[in-house]
């Protein structure tokens, strides 16, 4: 039984493996569920017991993606000891995300399902898994007295809104210029909530 567990659990990975590549080099729309058939050598019986879909594989890449994004945030957190320093780390992990090669894909899948509301319900979902990585850092920032003591969930989507929205400017600016713009945009926000360091 275990065995046969692992077995169907590599054949899921496989599939999620070949259909990524697939997607990042063709576009969602010009991703066909016969071309993930054929790169990975499956029977579409096989692949529609994991997957009852394209829509689904998909959103088990993005949700996978999300995973991936806070886990490695998680560990880049690790080696900063101030809140301030954390929230440019963060600024600049949303930088990195945008050369992330799913990412044109998964705009294309968003904009392609905007009249389906259980599939944009599941997106969002997966938008607002940030938010708890978000809260735990504004919060310590608060406990430890870097920033000034306000509703933590007012700010986190304060926070949230300024990486987000920000992103529009990955459609305007060379790559080169996010990084700065993004730092800037963390100054800007420091200055609202930062408490001034004591005379020494």
Not at 2 to 14: V, W
Not at 53 to 73: G, P, R, S, V
Not at 147 to 172: K, N, Q
Request: charge should be negative; include cysteine.
């Amino acid at each position: 039984m275990a065995r046969r567990k692992e077995e169907a659990e590599q054949s899921k990975r496989l599939i999620a493996t070949k259909a990524k590549e697939l997607f990042c080099q063709k576009g969602y729309a010009a991703t066909s569920m016969e071309d993930i058939r054929t790169a990975t050598g499956m029977s579409k019986g096989s692949i529609y017991y994991h997957f009852k879909n394209k829509e689904t594989l998909f959103l088990h890449l993005i949700e996978a993606n999300m995973q991936e994004w806070l886990d490695t945030w998680k560990e880049l957190e690790l080696s900063l000891t101030t809140s301030t320093d954390k929230l440019y780390r963060l600024a600049q992990h949303y930088v990195e995300d945008f050369q992330n090669p799913l990412l044109k894909a998964a705009e294309e899948f968003a904009g392609s399902r905007s009249a389906d509301p259980a599939i944009m319900e599941q997106l969002l979902t997966f938008t607002k898994s940030h938010y708890p990585a978000f809260i735990k850092l504004l919060d310590e920032g608060m406990r430890n007295g870097e920033f000034h003591e306000v509703d933590t969930e007012d700010l986190m989507y304060i926070l949230f809104a300024l990486m987000t929205g920000l992103s529009v400017a990955f459609y305007d600016l060379p790559y080169e210029k996010l990084g700065p713009l993004y730092k800037k945009a963390i100054d800007v926000f420091l200055d609202g909530i930062r408490l001034p360091k004591p005379l020494a």
